[in-house]
């Protein structure tokens, strides 16, 4: 099996643009601002909740960063101006964090400051591990003088379960998820299960300490323990929501907003599609397996 999922990774890395894009569609809501507002109003009227993020990675330089910043201004004005429930997700290397600490810290901040003055909130996702500790440090700095930020945790990580232990300390808005880098072995977990483990371990301590959690997942066995737990320990509605990526067991999200719990869908878009596509299609059972199908099928013609 492992070999079956390390020739999906080689494909789908091997693959053309063009097809990535083909396949990749349902998971990004388009490439303009006004493509990504019109989505979220089609889920809000659902009743179902967004985080918006303006697709891109790390940038080549400040100018760059500088014009991703604008980007997100120009997402949480969208989000006031049509009165959309949604909140903003930024990536912290769009935001300069390879290039320069300071730098990114006082971009990252002017997001969560034009956020609070909306009323609104800015989600710091988790990206590869060489940037795990700036990214905590750019988020403890920026809770030092706002409330609305929040940070991800990745269960995958052997070093989570200490880092919630800290981070708990300072009363945290978490999302918590498996994590999608490849890591290597020495520090973090590659064992599903596993995996599965530490994240129930760290959704245990996140609420004990009365954090917000945002669940995020499309495993069903997880999303089954998480509401056996909030049933178990009375866990307040204000305390979680479930999270999901757009284009991903859509039948799992309704059935959580039919069950009367918060979702929220994380609803990416914009022109630089395309690392995100690749990391959703190597996640997709089906969809690689059918591309390597493909794939071996042509090669024998
Ligand atoms: P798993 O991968 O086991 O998937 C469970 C089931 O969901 C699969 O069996 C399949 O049915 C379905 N599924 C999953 N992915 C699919 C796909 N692409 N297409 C079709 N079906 C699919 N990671 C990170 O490192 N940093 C971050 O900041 C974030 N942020 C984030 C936000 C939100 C809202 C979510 C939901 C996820 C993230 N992630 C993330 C990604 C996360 O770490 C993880 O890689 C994915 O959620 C997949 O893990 P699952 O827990 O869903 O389990």
Redesign the pocket.
């Known amino acids: 099996m492992d070999a079956f999922n390390d020739l999906i990774v080689q494909v789908v890395q091997l693959m053309p643009k063009s097809v990535v894009g083909f396949f990749s569609k349902k ?1 990004i809501a388009g490439e303009t601002l006004q493509a990504a507002v019109d989505f979220v109003k089609k889920l809000n009227a659902k009743g179902i909740y967004a ?1 918006m993020d303006v697709l891109g990675e790390s940038v080549a330089n400040k100018e760059e960063s500088i014009q991703c910043k604008i980007q997100a201004l120009e997402v949480l004005e969208a989000i006031e101006k049509n009165k959309l429930m949604a909140n903003l997700s930024i990536k912290p290397t769009q935001m300069g964090l390879a290039i320069d600490e300071q730098f990114a810290y006082e971009q990252a901040l002017e997001l969560v400051k034009k956020a609070a003055e909306y009323n609104n909130f800015v989600r710091i ?3 590869d591990s060489p940037f795990t500790d700036k990214t905590i440090n750019l988020y403890k700095k920026i809770l030092q003088q706002y409330k609305n930020v929040g940070i ?1 945790i ?1 269960s995958y990580m052997k070093r989570s379960y200490d880092d919630v232990v800290i981070l708990n300390k300072i009363g945290t808005n978490y ?1 918590l ?5 490849v890591e290597p072995a020495s520090i973090a977990y590659k064992d ?1 299960q596993t995996i599965r483990e530490n994240y129930l371990k760290l959704l245990d301590a996140m609420f004990k300490e009365g954090n917000y959690v ?1 669940i ?4 069903k066995p ?1 999303i089954d323990a998480a509401y056996k737990r909030i049933k178990e320990k009375n866990i307040p509605k204000d305390k979680f929501e479930f ?3 757009l ?3 859509e039948d799992l999200r309704d059935k959580i907003n039919g069950d009367g719990y918060k979702i ?1 869908i ?1 609803v990416p878009f914009g022109k630089d599609w395309y690392a995100y596509s690749v990391r ?2 190597k ?5 690689a397996g059918h591309i390597v199908k493909s794939f071996l099928t042509f090669g024998r013609r």
């Open positions: 998971y985080t996702d988790m990206e991800v990745q999302r998820c498996k994590g999608i880098y599903r945002g995020a997942t499309h495993d997880l999270q999901m990526l284009g991903v067991r929220r994380y959703r299609l996640e997709n059972p089906s969809v």
